[in-house]
């Protein structure tokens, strides 16, 4: 019997941990999945994926810089890719079109609920970054009805820009937007969608932001404590934790999607750690 392909597709993508969760997925559930990484060329991101389906691919997942990319390919978006503005699953609909989702954040929101007990709900949150990473993962944030929700960006207009976009959806959460510097009270949850702390970059955040009982979330992950959730514990932050989790849920809602079974988790996390 011949293995269903799927394929994770950026530029890089040698660093990619997908085929090796799709793997552990596939394995779990006794399911026939081949998965892989193909790195596009920047220039032809749309040949790629339509090479790739053409030979019968099943499935794809889009990493960077092809979120956006992949948003406008799509005949066909969910809800949650349409507010995302990009998308992170491709596959064909029963019709045979092309159809997009973003499963980054309801990845994050299963992390923080399910995964570390984090209650969204009421919950005062300050989001760093204004990039599509934050904006992938706003509308699931928001369904939570937390308290409040802050975007701290460099530049404050795109920030602005966000939190406009997203206030039809907020309904009924305090939704606004600032400056890095300007946050000077502790939050419930914070949480860096910057890439920053890969470069060992810390966004010029005020150390007040963090109180005893703070939950501090770094959407990127490393092999060490990232800069940022290291910065957060020097100041007296709570609970840290960094994005192996999302990545991890994130992979299995598209795993759901393609297959009709949602993976455990919890072991797949504790493997990718091991590793």
């Not at 973003?102 to 760093?128: E, F, K, P």
């Not at 940022?228 to 100041?235: G, M, S, T, V, Y």
């Not at 849920?249 to 072991?267: D, N």
Request: glycine share 10%.
């Amino acid at each position: 019997m011949n293995n269903d392909l799927y394929a994770v597709v950026g530029h890089p993508i040698s660093h990619s941990k997908s085929p090796r969760i799709h793997s552990l997925f596939a394995q779990q559930t006794g399911q026939a999945v081949e998965y892989t990484a193909i790195q596009a060329p920047l220039e032809d991101f749309a040949g790629t994926v339509r090479d790739f389906f053409q030979r019968g691919g099943k499935g794809l997942n889009v990493t960077v810089p092809f979120k956006e990319q992949a948003w406008q390919l799509a005949e066909v978006r969910t809800d949650r890719a349409e507010k995302a503005g990009a998308v992170n699953t491709l596959y064909r609909d029963n019709q045979g079109r092309l159809t997009a989702d973003n499963t980054d954040g309801c990845g994050l929101v299963r992390d923080l609920t399910s995964n570390h007990g984090i209650r969204l709900n009421g919950a005062r949150v300050l989001v760093l970054g204004a990039g599509g990473a934050v904006r992938g993962v706003l509308g699931p944030i928001l369904e939570q009805q937390p308290a409040s929700v802050t975007i701290a960006n460099r530049t404050v207009a795109k920030a602005q820009a966000l939190a406009e976009l997203f206030a039809p959806a907020a309904s009924g959460v305090d939704i606004n937007a600032v400056g890095f510097e300007q946050p000077d009270q502790p939050y419930d949850l914070i949480i860096n969608g910057t890439s920053a702390s890969l470069q060992g970059d810390l966004p010029p955040l005020s150390p007040t932001v963090i109180g005893s009982k703070t939950v501090i979330y770094d959407m990127m992950y490393s092999l060490q404590t990232t800069t940022f959730n290291q910065w957060a514990l020097d100041n007296g932050a709570g609970r840290v934790f960094d994005g192996v989790g999302m990545l991890v849920e994130q992979a299995a809602e598209s795993f759901r999607l393609w297959r009709g079974v949602r993976p455990e988790t919890a072991p797949v996390t504790e493997q990718l750690r091991n590793d």
